[in-house]
């Protein structure tokens, strides 16, 4: 996001929070993406937001709380975006499942640093950083399974979380092996991944075709 201009610039105040905070995000995911989360600094973050230390520190007291702000907007963002696609309608659950894929993978395509910033990096930072990452699988699984019908088959929780892990992990490998000019080709693949636990791998390849 572009500097506000020095001095006294009359803009409304919320447009000024609105800026700092946004290039304050933008400067976190850079780093952390670049480097990994354990060996960010604040002044890292600060370098790459391009704000003051004071501006940094007004709305973050340090690295972590900065850290864990910035995913819980990401993730918060991923996961209100897929649940506001794909309505009940006449289309049925592996349908809506499939078009909330579509919505996820459409997130990733436009900024693959996405991928890096809430799969990979949490994951290679442990602790509280993994702990989160769980955490946002879950809220994937959760947006997966609602409305599954109950002719469908219930796999034990272990498979389930399994699931959600084997779509992230396709996500990372095409990012980290560079095939990521395309992540929303990916699409029918992953959609077969999730829904076959619950409908069998012959249904699951029928509607992850669309």
């Known amino acids: 996001m572009p500097r506000l201009p020095p001095g006294r610039h009359g803009l409304p ?18 780093v952390v993406v670049e480097g990994g989360y354990a060996q960010a600094t604040v002044t890292q973050f600060i370098g790459a937001a391009g704000v003051s230390r004071p501006t940094f520190y007004k709305y973050y007291p340090n690295k972590a709380e900065a850290f864990f702000d910035v995913y819980r907007q990401v993730t918060d963002f991923v996961c209100q975006t897929m649940a506001e696609t794909g309505g009940e309608g006449r289309s049925g659950w592996a349908a809506r ?3 909330r894929l579509a919505a996820l993978l ?7 640093d996405l991928v890096r910033f809430t799969l990979i990096a949490p994951q290679a930072a442990g602790g509280d950083a993994a702990a989160a990452y769980r955490e946002f699988l879950e809220r994937l699984l959760e947006l997966i399974r ?25 996500l990372v490998s095409a ?6 000019q395309d992540l929303e080709a990916l699409l029918p693949e992953i959609t077969e991944v999730v829904l076959t636990p ?3 791998r012959e249904a699951a390849v029928k509607a992850a075709a669309g």
């Open 13 to 30: 105040p919320e447009f000024v929070v609105d800026n700092q905070r946004g290039r304050i995000a933008a400067g976190v995911i850079a």
């Open 97 to 99: 499942v499939r078009e």
């Open 106 to 112: 459409g997130i990733y395509q436009a900024n693959h």
């Open 146 to 170: 609602e409305g599954v019908p109950k002719s469908a088959k219930r796999p034990v929780p272990a498979a389930e979380y399994g699931l959600i892990g084997g779509l992230a992990g396709l």
């Open 175 to 180: 990012v980290e092996s560079r095939r990521a």
């Open 198 to 200: 619950y409908l069998g």
